[in-house]
């Protein structure tokens, strides 16, 4: 299985912040990389997929990058709603599988 | 509206099975691939399985710890996906999302649509 690990595992930020998160898959992905945001008690959110394509309603604000093994998530403005929990998903071999999660919270 | 919507979750004892739906709206059920994810309490995301449209035969994967136990279907005529589970146990507990496979064909890109999730606790 693709192990997938993100850091930091949580991070305290301020509205406006900029924001990085990142995700290291255990071996070469090319660009099968997926992003979602969690809110506490709802379903995941997809905002990113292959890497770095804004899914659709998706804020210009969020951004992804990276292919192979080393992949970035970015706010570049943090707002109230983007505190959240994100996590990245690998989708080049089955199992799919994610990372951990990163929590973003209030400073 | 496009969604899905979970049901049939709730308390089930050790040993039990437990059929979930997964039941859409707003989108053409039948030209996606429905996936199943369930997420334990405090933890993070795990893949179930998934099953692809007939036009790849609605054949399914499994997880390896749900394979041989739990079992994937699809009825096109009513837009509905169902997570079949038995020989439950303790570590199933979770909430279980089904979700909307989209960006592949044989296999999916990614995950665009969820339902809310339903939960599922096995007790005694």
């Known amino acids: 299985d693709i192990q997938m690990t993100q850091s930091p595992s949580s991070l305290s930020a301020s509205v406006g912040d900029r924001v990085t998160i990142t995700c290291r898959a255990s071996?070469?992905?090319?660009?099968?990389l997926n992003w979602y945001q969690q809110n506490p008690g709802k379903a995941p959110k997809l905002l990113i997929h292959a890497a770095s394509n804004l899914q659709s309603g998706v804020p210009s604000r969020f951004s992804g990058n990276g292919s192979g093994t080393d992949f970035t998530l970015t706010i570049s403005t943090l707002q109230p709603e983007d505190f959240a929990t994100y996590y990245c998903q690998q989708s080049y071999n089955t199992p799919w599988t994610f990372g951990q999660g990163a929590r973003v919270e209030i400073k | 509206e496009v969604q899905l919507v979970e049901s049939g979750g709730g308390l089930v004892k050790p040993g039990r099975s437990l059929r979930l739906s997964c039941t859409a709206s707003g989108f053409t059920f039948g030209h996606f691939a429905m996936e199943w994810f369930r997420q334990a309490p405090g933890k993070g995301l795990e893949w179930l399985g998934f099953?692809?449209?007939?036009?790849?035969?609605?054949?399914?994967e499994y997880a390896a710890p749900v394979k041989g136990r739990f079992t994937i279907s699809r009825d096109d005529s009513k837009s509905i996906a169902y997570l079949h589970m038995s020989s439950l146990r303790s570590e199933d507990t979770a909430v279980y999302y089904c979700t909307r496979g989209v960006g592949g064909s044989y296999f999916s890109d990614a995950f665009d649509l969820w339902g809310q999730g339903t939960l599922v606790t096995v007790s005694s």
């Open positions: 099953i692809r449209t007939a036009a790849y035969g609605r054949t399914a």
């Open positions: 071996q070469n992905i090319r660009i099968h």
